[in-house]
T-cell receptor
Framework: AQRVTQPEKLLSVFKGAPVELKCNYS??????LFWYVQYSRQRLQLLLR??SRESIKGFTADLNKGETSFHLKKPFAQEEDSAMYYC??????????FGQGTTLQVKP | ETGVTQSPTHLIKTRGQQVTLRCSSQ?????VSWYQQALGQGPQFIFQ???????GRGNFPPRFSGLQFPNYSSELNVNALELDDSALYLC??????????????FGQGTRLTVV
């Protein structure tokens, strides 16, 4: 079965602390994985994708096929990082399979 | 370049009624996907349209149907509305898979409430 699991509904950290948002997936084949972010009162937007191996707004995510994980990390959280984060898997038919999302709350 | 726009932004319907939601895709994008996002959940794939043909469907009953027009805009129709259909409906446009840019751009969504 194709599935994306984000085990934490809420992650609360203080400004400057490291952040790791967990994502595990189940997929037979070569997965294409993404992180989407939704800031308050804004639309869902792409944060980063694994094939680009890029760092966006200080966030990085590494695909670990052995652990079937794609955790999102940032060494020093900022208050403006507070948002809803969704991990998503793109199937070979082109549809996106989303996790349930994690709310990141960065406290001052 | 224009982004993905959806209309209406909010809608209240009565159980048993029918509803049509609309989506204009981003300029140059010929693939449109629809998602249902229930409260507290991630978006769930309903179906995808590519060049006016349905090109993949999620686990939704036939009363969820769609259309794509020659200008790549799209409609989502839901018949015989049920209370559980209350959700945020998202439209996303992209180039087809295999294209050099397969990022999906989302609209702001239509909030449907069924009473």
């Amino acid at each position: 079965a194709q599935r994306v699991t984000q085990p934490e509904k809420l992650l609360s950290v203080f400004k400057g602390a490291p952040v790791e948002l967990k994502c595990n997936y189940s997929y037979s084949g070569s997965p294409e994985l993404f992180w989407y972010v939704q800031y308050s009162r804004q639309r869902l937007q792409l944060l980063l994708r694994h094939i680009s191996r890029e760092s966006i707004k200080g966030f990085t995510a590494d695909l670990n096929k052995g652990e079937t994980s794609f955790h999102l990390k940032k060494p020093f959280a900022q208050e403006e990082d507070s948002a809803m984060y969704y991990c998503a898997l793109k199937s070979n038919t082109g549809k996106l399979i989303f996790g349930q999302g994690t709310t990141l709350q960065v406290k001052p | 370049e224009t982004g993905v726009t959806q209309s209406p932004t909010h809608l209240i319907k009565t159980r048993g009624q029918q509803v049509t939601l609309r989506c204009s895709s981003q300029s140059g994008h010929n693939t449109v996907s629809w998602y249902q996002q229930a409260l507290g959940q991630g978006p769930q794939f309903i179906f995808q349209y590519y060049r006016e043909e349905e090109n993949g469907r999620g686990n939704f009953p036939p009363r969820f149907s769609g259309l794509q027009f020659p200008n790549y805009s799209s409609e989502l129709n839901v018949n015989a509305l049920e209370l559980d259909d209350s959700a945020l409906y998202l439209c996303a446009s992209s180039l087809p898979r295999g294209g050099s840019d397969t990022e999906a751009f989302f609209g702001q969504g239509t909030r449907l409430t069924v009473v």
